[in-house]
């Protein structure tokens, strides 16, 4: 039996076991692991595809520790690109990590927790997703608001009915323009937090998507009477090493890939690259 090399930079052998089509940009990937792996929500992976590369992803999957994990990933790029259309199932990828602090859930108990998701940025929530339901018990309501281009960009449109029913929840849809048949509401995401019916003082808020999302969703957020302290923001802007080493991802003194990448708005607000 070889030795096992205690590397950070070495990733764990990772088999494809599934491929979903979510939309005709989005897949999710099932990999199994030859080890148990452990994360917490909104903590990320590296990505190995070898002889191509490496990138960051939030996991998609249920947070904790397993020998099975869920990545969903949106084709962007030269390495996203390889992924979509030469990946399949069957072949091994590899994963380090994971990195980063992922959401603070201690902080949500005793309060409503409001997520906003737009585009593929549904997918690190859904990780944060899977903790709250688990500790509904401890909250007081999760409300979901989500926007995508059109219906068949919405990525797990399978779970939307599943969500809805879970207890003290609500989710909300929005498509960007109108679509034959959708009868639902019309407008980028910031539209469902239009006469938001929701205790603001008691309430958190984690928000993943495009960077010009964020960035109108936290306006809007600010002019409703939050308080930058309640606002978390999953800033998935670009990061190498992951360790907080090759100075990539820094907003002012903090290190994205360290220290986030979910950052509370308070703590960068007054930095002058927030939203790129
Ligand atoms: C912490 C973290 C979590 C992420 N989670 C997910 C996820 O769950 N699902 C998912 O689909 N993507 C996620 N991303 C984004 C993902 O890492 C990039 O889409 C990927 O690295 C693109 O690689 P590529 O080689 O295909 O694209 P490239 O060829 O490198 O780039 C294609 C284009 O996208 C731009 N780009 C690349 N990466 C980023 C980035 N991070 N931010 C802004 N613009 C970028 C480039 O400037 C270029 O214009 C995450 C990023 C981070 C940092």
């Known amino acids: 039996m070889p030795e096992k090399i205690e590397n950070i930079y070495y990733p764990l052998p990772a088999k494809v076991t599934n491929i979903i089509d979510e939309t005709p940009t989005i897949k999710t990937y099932r990999f199994k692991l030859n080890e148990p792996f452990t994360f917490r929500a909104g903590q990320f992976v590296q990505l190995t595809v070898p002889n191509y590369g490496e990138a960051p992803f939030t996991p998609s999957s249920k947070p904790g520790t397993s020998d099975e994990l869920e990545i969903t990933i949106l084709n962007a790029g030269r390495l996203t ?45 859904r990780s944060g997703l899977y903790s709250l339901f688990e500790n509904v018990d401890e909250l007081k309501r999760i409300s979901i608001k989500y926007g995508a281009r059109s219906p068949n960009d919405q990525v797990f449109r399978y779970q939307y009915e599943e969500w809805s029913k879970m207890p003290k ?34 309430t958190y808020v984690v928000s993943c998507g495009p960077e010009i999302m964020l960035k109108f969703v936290t306006y809007k957020l600010l002019d409703l009477g939050f308080k930058p302290e309640q606002i ?45």
Not at 106 to 123: C, I, M, R, S, T
Not at 174 to 194: H, K, N, Q, R
Not at 234 to 249: A, E, P
């Open 81 to 125: 690109e390889i992924l979509h259309n030469k990946t399949i199932e069957g072949d091994t990828l590899g994963i380090r990590g994971p990195f980063g602090k992922g959401y603070p859930m201690d902080k949500f108990k005793g309060h409503n927790v409001l997520v906003v998701g737009g585009g593929v940025g549904l997918a690190p929530l």
């Open 169 to 202: 929840t609500d989710l909300s849809l929005a498509i960007d323009v109108p679509y034959p048949g959708w009868s639902g509401t019309v407008g980028v995401v910031t539209v469902l937090l239009d006469n938001l019916d929701i205790d603001i003082p008691n």
């Open 232 to 276: 978390y923001l999953s800033m998935n802007r670009r990061m190498s090493c992951g360790l907080g080493l090759c100075h990539r991802c820094n907003i002012g003194p903090y290190y994205l890939c360290k220290d986030g990448p979910d950052m509370c708005y308070a703590k960068i607000k007054d930095y002058p690259n927030v939203f790129s």
